[in-house]
């Protein structure tokens, strides 16, 4: 049984990572709206809230992907489209590395910083800081998660407009990020692995979808590494009029984008089953 997840849906199987700090509920209403055509699973990571502990010897992405593979063995999915946002984003082309994708779509990754830059301090800097805040909310519970004094400082670093993101989405978030087992542990987890390599080893059909304004994780310090290092066939995408989480205030278009990306992996791999030398 998956832990802490939300399944909907029939066709090919479709698996949704969150990003740090963050939960399956992120995902909700884009499982709502492809689930009319796939068999989708919104999964919350291991050392996450509601998901499968992480043991402290296991912290790190690989950890992470051992975790989440164990959960897809329980279901019996040897493969599926993934989708990853942020750090669910940099676990995914772990799991593409290990042959568990049948295709994959990041969207605005973690990892495409350079090692020991200045981005990469600077983002576990960031979370160290917020630290404070997720440790008071979580003391005042729902007093807390429902108050825009606290949401604000979060959602301000991933999303471009605030007003976009409902209420109920922003007190989930509070109390997903509240309730992170690892938020602390792993940050030294994170800086031991470094940042994503081996991207030119890449080999499902994969779209590299990045927002228009991201300001969290910057196409000039972390996603222009990637365009330049990832294989000719990964396609760029761009969606318009959001920030590092987009599907907190547009999940529309992340759904939009998404089933392009998986009629166009679904339509090729089919006509590779099907062609003389497949």
């Excluded at 999964?43 to 502990?53: A, D, L, S, V």
């Excluded at 990853?84 to 995914?92: A, C, F, K």
């Amino acid at each position: 049984m998956v832990t802490s997840s939300n399944r909907s849906g029939s066709g090919e199987p479709v698996l949704l990572l969150h990003g740090f700090t963050l939960s399956h509920h992120v995902w909700h209403r884009v499982v709502d709206s492809l689930s009319s055509d796939f068999d989708v699973l919104a999964m919350t990571m291991p050392g996450h809230w509601g998901g499968p502990r992480l043991r402290l010897r296991d912290l790190g992405v690989r950890g992470i992907a051992d975790g989440i593979e164990r959960e897809l063995d329980a279901i019996g999915w040897d493969t599926c489209h993934i989708s990853g946002n942020s750090l669910g984003g940099q676990v995914g082309f772990e799991l593409e590395r290990r042959g568990r994708a049948r295709s994959l779509a990041p969207i605005n990754p973690s990892g495409g910083w350079k090692r020991f830059s200045y981005t990469e301090f600077r983002l576990g800097i960031g979370f160290t800081l917020q630290y404070p805040l997720a440790v008071t909310s979580r003391l005042l519970g729902d007093r807390a998660a429902n108050r825009e004094f606290f949401q604000r400082p979060v959602i301000r670093n991933c999303s471009r407009d605030m007003s976009r993101v409902s209420p109920e989405d922003a007190a989930d978030v509070i109390r997903a990020v509240s309730h992170c087992p690892v938020y602390m542990p792993i940050q030294l987890a994170f800086l031991r692995d470094g940042p994503l390599t081996g991207l030119e080893n890449v080999t499902a059909p994969t779209s590299l979808i990045l927002s228009e304004f991201d300001t969290f994780a910057t196409r000039d310090t972390c996603m222009q590494r990637l365009i330049d290092e990832l294989p000719d066939h990964v396609e760029e995408v761009t969606l318009p009029g959001v920030g590092h989480i987009p599907m907190l205030e547009n999940p529309e278009i992340v759904a939009d984008a998404l089933r392009a990306h998986l009629n166009k992996a679904t339509m090729d791999e089919t006509r590779s089953a099907t062609s003389p030398t497949g």
